[in-house]
T-cell receptor, first 110, second 116 residues
Framework: QKEVEQDPGPLSVPEGAIVSLNCTYS??????FMWYRQYSRKGPELLMY????GNKEDGRFTAQVDKSSKYISLFIRDSQPSDSATYLC??????????FGTGTRLQVFP | GAVVSQHPSWVICKSGTSVKIECRSL??????MFWYRQFPKQSLMLMAT?????????EQGVEKDKFLINHASLTLSTLTVTSAHPEDSSFYIC????????????FGPGTRLTVT
């Protein structure tokens, strides 16, 4: 079993839709949770960071962490074609060593 | 925002040769840099962590004699793939962490290595 599981997609939605991206994990010691966006052939860019459980909102993005279920989510409201990218979840015990999911490819069509 | 560059962005080499990839933090000093490898449709896998002026710490299963990492200054780390083989073909990405950052790593754009 992988430490972090993420549906690879692709997920295709119309512009304006609410997008839900999810990851599950097996290591209960993880306490730092992040979402990265990666455009094709580019390095990942940090979108959201959450420590321990709870919700965090930043503009159109909301990150949720449910440690009891070992489940994290990223919601994107009013999705735009420019949101089309691969979204990677990442988590760690000690802040430095990040364990990544495989990424979910999102396509937002006009 | 913090910028990390990598050079080259794309390299083709013949089997048995060595390739050096550079990672630079352009507008901040990075006491810690990380090297990742990403195969198609797979997640980024941490290869090693390097701290300026000390030996790199390699993850389990990564051959330190094959993947030589040097972090000679606070803005430059290099990864040398020695005696490259086709199975080393991958996307190599570095990240850098400023001393003031508690968690954030800034990623470079990646280097695509193809070994023929």
């Amino acid at each position: 079993q992988k430490e972090v599981e993420q549906d690879p997609g692709p997920l295709s939605v119309p512009e304006g839709a609410i997008v839900s991206l999810n990851c599950t994990y097996s290591n209960s010691a993880f306490q730092y949770f992040m979402w990265y966006r990666q455009y094709s052939r580019k390095g990942p860019e940090l979108l959201m960071y959450t420590y321990s459980s709870g919700n965090k909102e930043d503009g159109r993005f909301t990150a949720q962490v449910d440690k009891s279920s070992k489940y994290i989510s990223l919601f994107i409201r009013d999705s735009q074609p420019s949101d089309s990218a691969t979204y990677l979840c990442a988590m760690s015990e000690y802040r430095d060593k990040l364990i990544f999911g495989t990424g979910t490819r999102l396509q937002v069509f006009p | 925002g913090a910028v990390v560059s990598q050079h080259p962005s794309w390299v083709i080499c013949k089997s048995g040769t060595s390739v050096k990839i550079e990672c630079r933090s352009l507008d901040f000093q990075a006491t810690t840099m990380f090297w990742y490898r990403q195969f198609p449709k797979q997640s980024l896998m941490l290869m090693a962590t390097s701290n300026e002026g000390s030996k790199a710490t390699y993850e389990q299963g990564v051959e330190k004699d094959k993947f030589l990492i040097n972090h000679a200054s606070l803005t430059l780390s290099t990864l040398t793939v020695t005696s490259a083989h086709p199975e080393d073909s991958s996307f190599y990405i570095c990240s850098a962490k400023p001393p003031s950052a508690s968690y954030e790593q800034y990623f470079g754009p990646g280097t695509r290595l193809t070994v023929t």
